[in-house]
């Protein structure tokens, strides 16, 4: 009885390591989390085929108070044209794959005023319709996972994008 109580004790003890690193699987890579992202979008030819993107709807801002019109256009290759709208006036910013421009009624100015290069940055990033992801690797960006992240209850994967110009942006995956 000793003897077989003593080996299922230095079977058992044998055995649990392998059990405990069986239940936690390893962090995806980044590649696996990049696939699975295009794939879930209809995988990266049919993003490549959109010759253009338009998104509508509303935002809400100020803690749900203030509800803005949004409206955003992109065209390949580069071109964006977001407008917010409130109480009859409409915001525009858009940029045409050289020249950026707004007109910005909520501060006075309701005629189109070129961006600067620094205020255009955002906007030429958002006129790219696949996104930061896809093709990463080509655009000559980096894309290191940072673990997951809790955003409003769903843990979510965390993605730190450095493009080529320097500019970090990041991206959650659920």
Request: charged letters at 25%; hydrophobic letters at 35%; aromatic letters at 6%.
């Amino acid at each position: 009885m000793k003897l077989h109580l003593s080996l299922l004790l230095v079977c058992g003890a044998l055995l649990a390591p392998s059990f405990i690193t069986a239940q936690t699987p390893p962090p995806p890579t980044v590649d696996q989390l990049v696939a699975k992202n295009v794939e879930a979008k209809g995988g990266a030819q049919a993003l490549r085929a959109l010759e253009s993107l338009r998104l509508s709807g509303k935002m809400l801002v100020n803690q749900g108070q203030i509800e803005l019109g949004y409206a955003q256009t992109k065209k390949r290759p580069g071109s964006v044209r977001t407008e917010v709208s409130l109480q009859g006036m409409t915001a525009v910013q858009a940029y045409d794959g050289s020249q950026a421009w707004q007109i910005s009624p909520f501060q006075g100015r309701k005629d189109p005023e070129n961006m600067s290069a620094d205020d255009a940055k955002p906007l030429i990033e958002e006129a790219e319709i696949d996104g930061p992801l896809v093709d990463w690797k080509e655009k000559g960006s980096t894309v290191e996972y940072l673990g997951t992240e809790d955003i409003e209850g769903t843990a979510a994967h965390k993605l730190k994008v450095v493009r080529k110009t320097g500019d970090t942006s990041y991206v959650y995956l659920d």
